[in-house]
């Protein structure tokens, strides 16, 4: 508890500032499951370059002096990061609350070296049994999992407990399977429409728009999260996030402020635009090599320019995104949400 409050907290006085609170790490693009629906992954023998340790352990203390209050660790797949356990206690030091998100497949093994450095595991889980086995390309998947649940439930240590679910073409009816699983397992589960591409030189790139649900599904499938939140399973998703989804499945009613909220950096420590994914708006390495700091990027023009920029912008349809934005207007039902994440 004592954590989350101070999560709290520290979200609260970097919004007071007019900096973001969460740092999302892409920690590597390396991973060992073939997801189709996957925007990030190259694979486990890509030879993309990476932020050594030190250069990672630079960033998450410059977070924390940055006032930032977590940071939201993914990839690919993270647990393939020998150091990672040094890392996720680097950002445990500097003050930060830690998020970690992975498929599963490697933590029974690395549990042991992560315990006490997590305080948020997010395991994706896209559907039950073999159906998740496929759609992840690592068959046995769902059965290391069920083994590990439970030792992290009865762990002293244990984080909070979430599932994340991508909702797709490829696993249509998966939200009340997992539902029941999130119930079981006594995890909060949040699902979100698979992202089809990002923005580049400003324009939309929709390269797996194949593979998404259609409008008419989405809507279908908020009007069943809002039943199934109802009737007491733990979706944390936010009741105006679903009705927006249930009323436009595009997702078009909202003003960005996701940019403002969230510092994105990717594996080879380039700092994300996320209005022009090919132009960065910053080199963390180069910044570190010259003496810099975090807050540079914060006052540089092109920081401001992104924000100002994203708050016209409706691509993405994440539910993440459009909670932060709400986050960061101080809508009532958010700073709910951020007690109601607290208390589990």
Same mark, same amino acid.
């Given at each position: 508890m004592?954590?989350?409050?101070?999560?709290?907290?520290?979200?609260?006085?970097? $919004?007071?500032?007019?900096?973001?609170?969460t740092?999302s790490?892409?920690?590597?693009?390396?991973?060992? !499951?073939s997801?189709?629906?996957?925007? *990030?992954?190259?694979?486990? &023998?890509?030879?993309?370059?990476?932020?050594?340790?030190?250069?990672?352990?630079w960033?998450?203390?410059?977070a924390?002096?940055?006032?930032l209050?977590?940071? /939201?660790? +993914?990839? !690919?797949?993270?647990?393939?990061?020998? &150091?990672?356990?040094?890392l996720? #206690?680097?950002?445990?030091?500097?003050?930060?609350?830690?998020?970690?998100?992975?498929?599963g497949?490697?933590?029974?093994?690395?549990?042991?070296?992560?315990?006490?450095?997590?305080?948020?595991?997010?395991?994706?889980?896209?559907? /039950?049994?073999?159906?998740?086995? =496929? @759609?992840?390309?690592?068959p !046995?998947?769902?059965e290391?999992l069920e083994a590990?649940?439970?030792?992290?439930?009865?762990?002293?240590?244990?984080?909070t407990?979430?599932?994340n679910?991508? @909702?797709?073409?490829?696993?249509?009816?998966a939200?009340?399977?997992?539902?029941?699983?999130?119930?079981? +397992?006594?995890?909060?589960?949040?699902?979100?429409?698979?992202?089809?591409?990002?923005?580049?030189?400003?324009? %939309? !790139?929709? $390269?797996?728009?194949? #593979?998404?649900?259609?409008?008419?599904?989405?809507?279908?499938?908020? =009007?069943?999260?809002?039943?199934l939140?109802?009737?007491?399973?733990?979706?944390?998703?936010?009741?105006?996030w679903?009705?927006?989804?249930? &009323?436009?499945?595009?997702?078009?009613r909202?003003?960005?402020?996701?940019?403002?909220a969230?510092?994105?950096? %990717?594996?080879?420590?380039?700092?994300?635009?996320?209005?022009?994914?090919?132009?960065p708006?910053?080199?963390?390495?180069?910044?570190r090599?010259?003496?810099g700091?975090?807050?540079? /990027?914060?006052?540089?023009p092109? *920081?401001?320019?992104?924000? %100002?920029?994203? %708050?016209?912008?409706?691509?993405?349809?994440?539910?993440? /995104?459009?909670?932060?934005? *709400?986050?960061?207007?101080?809508?009532?039902?958010m700073?709910?949400?951020?007690?109601?994440?607290a208390r589990r």
């Amino acid at each position: 508890m004592e954590s989350r409050v101070r999560l709290a907290t520290r979200i609260a006085l970097a $919004r007071a500032r007019g900096r973001p609170h969460t740092l999302s790490h892409l920690v590597t693009q390396a991973c060992n !499951g073939s997801c189709r629906t996957c925007l *990030w992954r190259a694979g486990t &023998d890509v030879d993309a370059r990476e932020l050594d340790t030190a250069a990672v352990r630079w960033l998450y203390a410059e977070a924390g002096r940055a006032g930032l209050a977590q940071v /939201v660790v +993914w990839g !690919g797949e993270p647990l393939l990061r020998q &150091d990672l356990p040094e890392l996720l #206690l680097a950002a445990r030091r500097a003050g930060l609350f830690v998020t970690l998100i992975t498929n599963g497949w490697l933590l029974g093994q690395r549990w042991p070296e992560l315990r006490g450095a997590v305080d948020a595991l997010i395991l994706s889980l896209d559907d /039950v049994g073999e159906a998740h086995d =496929r @759609l992840r390309g690592l068959p !046995g998947l769902f059965e290391r999992l069920e083994a590990c649940v439970p030792i992290l439930r009865d762990d002293p240590l244990r984080p909070t407990l979430l599932i994340n679910t991508v @909702l797709s073409a490829q696993n249509r009816g998966a939200l009340r399977r997992v539902a029941e699983v999130a119930r079981r +397992w006594d995890a909060g589960l949040y699902f979100c429409p698979m992202e089809t591409g990002e923005l580049r030189a400003g324009e %939309a !790139g929709d $390269r797996l728009a194949g #593979l998404a649900l259609s409008a008419a599904e989405l809507s279908a499938a908020a =009007r069943l999260a809002l039943d199934l939140k109802a009737a007491g399973y733990p979706l944390l998703a936010s009741r105006p996030w679903l009705e927006l989804l249930r &009323d436009d499945p595009a997702l078009t009613r909202f003003t960005c402020r996701a940019p403002r909220a969230r510092l994105t950096v %990717a594996a080879d420590g380039t700092v994300r635009d996320c209005m022009h994914v090919d132009r960065p708006l910053a080199d963390l390495e180069t910044l570190r090599r010259a003496g810099g700091h975090l807050t540079d /990027v914060f006052r540089s023009p092109a *920081w401001r320019r992104m924000g %100002a920029d994203a %708050a016209a912008c409706t691509k993405c349809n994440n539910p993440d /995104v459009i909670e932060l934005s *709400w986050l960061w207007d101080l809508r009532p039902e958010m700073l709910g949400k951020v007690v109601e994440l607290a208390r589990r």
